[in-house]
């Protein structure tokens, strides 16, 4: 069985590394959660180190708390930003930016309707009507199999264009 690469960072070198075994199955878990929205790694791995700091973090202290890149931690730090996943505070006597992690669901999962879904829905609506320009006459073979998959690809769409607002309203 193959671990999952959080968990080894934490069992390859004690000194490479300063998390801890509580950090470490907190970050896999949102790893693993962004998997399956499809987001990277890295960005699942930062909002998982902030989710279980006491502490704000600065883009330097999860650089080196992560081992991962400059370029990952800055992408990573911006997206969870736009998303409202992260958000930057205000540290006495501090030059550089300090990050928590957002805890409230509500905003999380409206920061990513927002950003993620809401954008693809918009853009599926013209897809959709492209897709159905290219629809075959009625006389060509298959054709009433194409203009039923279109037709269930167009329910779907209005479903989710309809559930998203309700969802929304839930969490708030």
């Known amino acids: 069985m193959e671990m999952p690469q959080t968990q080894l960072i934490l069992e390859s070198d004690a000194s490479e590394s300063s998390l801890t075994a509580l950090e ?9 959660g962004v ?38 931690t800055s992408q990573g730090l911006k997206i969870l930003r736009s998303l409202g996943a992260v958000r930057a505070v205000y540290v006495a006597g501090a030059r550089r930016d300090y990050f928590v992690a957002e805890t409230e669901l509500k905003k999380l999962v409206g ?3 927002r950003e993620e879904l809401s954008p693809h829905l918009d853009s599926g609506t013209e897809r959709l009507e492209s ?11 298959d054709a009433q199999f194409f203009k039923d ?18 969802i929304r309203k839930f969490l708030t």
Do not use: C, M
């Open 24 to 32: 470490t199955g907190v970050i896999d878990l949102f790893v693993n």
């Open 111 to 113: 920061g990513f309707i």
């Open 149 to 166: 998959r279109v037709g269930k690809l167009g329910t779907w769409h209005k479903r989710t264009e309809l559930l998203l607002p309700i």
């Open 35 to 72: 998997r399956v929205l499809g987001l990277p790694k890295s960005i699942g791995e930062i909002y998982g180190l902030l989710y279980i700091s006491p502490e704000p973090l600065s883009f330097d202290e999860i650089l080196s708390r992560l081992q991962i890149s400059k370029g990952s």
């Open 131 to 141: 897709i159905q320009s290219h629809l075959p006459d009625a006389s060509e073979p």
